[in-house]
């Protein structure tokens, strides 16, 4: 083999054992050397070095660990620098527009959620908005001068590739360049990622939340409409350009009740939250205020509650049964609307998943709650800002000034 070709595929194995580093840090938090080297396979001098390099960096620190009353000196502790690369979240919703600033290793330095009137709004005011809400917090250290990404979750479909919206019914939008004209009006001195809201939520609950350790996840997270991702594997599956997932508009019920993508009988026009108020005897675009009372409602054993509740419980548990059977997943997590009412549902779920999912699949199956709550899409579109950086710690390891400059 020829010198150059040697010195390359060393290079290639040096940058993927930064990678599965940063990686383990990043999702399981401070470890010792030796954890490392049991995590990652690699040795105890390769684990040495390349620590070395991330701490030149200021990336990683290293500090010495508590004993453990056993004989030899204790393994030091590597711990990310949480300002030492910072991503800026943002989120639209239907009813709320957020912004956050992540540090490495999934640490909150400052998060603002405002909740906005339910309507259709412009893209103009929607990205008037958001720039506005994220001024502040990228004016503070450390996001000023450590800024390496921006990821915004959405609640449409998303082309990953330039964060094109063709759609997103309960914004009341079509075709929307929104990665370019945030990019844009953020001025933005990052690469900035956009997904659908259902499919960064998943990556978050895996990272962080009630699927962490878990490779084969289906999130389904509901509100006004309904969506889903999946991580299949320990990857996310999203579909050819990033459209996959709209589970909200499989069709399953022929005479259903029309939905805002055009369709009719769409599954989230049956246990979409505009579904749950309606049968409750509540406004249908009430929000979240009236759902809350809806579920006040069946706690006082309101009939009508109860059977509003009854009717998403038995449809959600229709849907999930046939994603069930095509996905075969290890853990379904109820994100938003689902997550709030699985208490009342519970049986009523389990019971159409034993009645219509296939025995072999069922059997594997768990479904839980969402642990990180509204914030999930917020947190999951920070993980896809730091993706880059976890794919590739390498390029982040040349001086900043370099960087910026080549920015």
């Known amino acids: 083999m020829r010198p150059h070709a040697i010195g390359q595929r060393s290079e290639t194995v040096r940058r993927a054992n930064l990678s599965a580093i940063v990686r383990e840090l990043h999702t399981r938090g401070p ?72 540090g490495l290793g999934g640490e909150v330095l400052d998060l603002v959620r405002v909740d906005r009137p339910r309507g259709h709004f412009s893209v103009d005011e929607i990205v008037a908005d958001l720039v506005e809400l994220a001024a502040p917090i990228r004016a503070r250290p450390p996001t000023r001068g450590a800024l390496i990404g ?51 939520g998943a990556l978050a609950e895996v990272r962080r939340g009630a699927a962490m350790g878990v490779d084969d996840v289906l999130f389904i997270s509901g509100e006004v409409g309904v969506g889903g991702g999946l991580i299949v594997d320990g990857k996310p599956l999203t579909g050819v350009a990033g459209y996959g997932g709209e589970v909200g508009h499989i ?12 369709s009719t009988g769409c599954w989230e026009t049956e246990v979409g939250e505009g579904a749950l108020l309606l049968r409750a005897g509540h406004p249908p675009g009430g929000g979240s205020a009236e759902v809350e009372a809806v579920l006040r409602e069946a706690e006082a054993g ?61 059997k594997l199956v768990r479904v839980v709650p969402a ?35 080549s920015a």
């Open 251 to 262: 069709p399953v019920n022929p005479n259903g009740a029309p939905c805002r993508c055009g």
């Open 31 to 102: 470890l010792s050397r030796s954890e490392l080297v049991a995590s990652t396979g690699l040795t105890r001098s390769a684990i040495r070095g390349l620590i070395g390099e991330l701490v030149a960096a200021d990336l990683v620190s290293e500090e010495r660990a508590a004993p453990l009353g056993t004989p030899g000196r204790p393994s030091p502790l590597v711990r990310l620098n949480s300002e030492g690369a910072v991503v800026l979240a943002l989120e639209i919703a239907v009813d709320s527009l957020a912004a956050a600033a992540v």
């Open 371 to 405: 642990t990180l709550g509204v914030d999930a899409p917020l947190l999951g579109a920070a993980e896809l800002a730091f993706e880059p950086l976890l794919a590739d710690p390498a390029i982040w390891l040349r001086p900043r000034d370099v960087l910026a400059a």
């Open 150 to 200: 921006i990821g915004v979750a959405v609640v449409g479909v998303v082309r990953r590739s330039d964060g094109f919206v063709p759609m997103a019914p309960n914004l009341g939008w079509r075709d929307v360049p929104l990665g370019e004209r945030l990019a844009r009006a953020l001025d933005a001195p990052a690469p900035i990622s956009v997904a659908n809201e259902a499919d960064v």
């Open 302 to 362: 309101s009939p009508a509650a109860l059977g509003a509740l009854e009717h998403v419980g038995r449809w959600l548990g229709f849907g999930l049964a046939g994603l069930v059977n095509v996905f075969n997943p290890r853990l379904v997590v109820l994100g938003g609307l689902f997550g709030r009412i699985h208490p009342f549902v519970t049986k009523t779920l389990e019971d159409e998943l034993g009645r219509l999912a296939l025995p072999a699949s069922r």
